[in-house]
């Protein structure tokens, strides 16, 4: 896995709202190992303020590079932490649709809850959703 040197290719914030966790991560591309590194962040944040629901909202220009690279992140999930995490993961650019929608089917296959949006609203009332 490629360790960044000097500057992170990607900025993060979080926002610890009422009923949930808010990420924000944002970026002029994605790759399997940037993809790697904001879901440990997201991940450890998660622990650390013990939430159970997640909005992540994703802002990289470009996608991943290959549907191969995408199903290795997407397995990885449920073993960084992530289980038991309702997650809705709203993506900004409409023409990462697919590979977001191919995430969600090896995510939740490997036993992650979780769904892919592309509007930030349906985003969160799914998550709040009981």
Not at 29 to 45: F, G, K, P, Q
Not at 102 to 122: A, I, P
């Amino acid at each position: 896995m490629e360790v960044f040197s000097g500057v992170k290719p990607y900025s993060i914030t979080f926002e610890v709202r009422p009923q949930y966790l808010y990420a924000y991560v944002k970026g002029d591309a994605d790759s399997y190992e940037i993809s790697h590194a904001y879901w440990t962040e997201v991940s450890a944040e998660c622990a650390r303020h013990e939430a159970r629901k997640l909005l992540l909202d994703e802002d990289l220009a470009e996608p991943v590079d290959s549907r191969s690279d995408v199903f290795k992140g997407a397995s990885e999930r449920s073993f960084m932490g992530l289980a038991g995490v309702k997650i809705a993961f709203v993506d900004r650019h409409p023409d990462h649709q697919d590979e977001n929608l191919f995430g969600e089917l090896v995510s939740t296959n490997r036993g992650l809850f979780c769904k892919v949006f592309s509007d930030m609203q349906e985003g969160e009332a799914w998550l709040l959703a009981e």
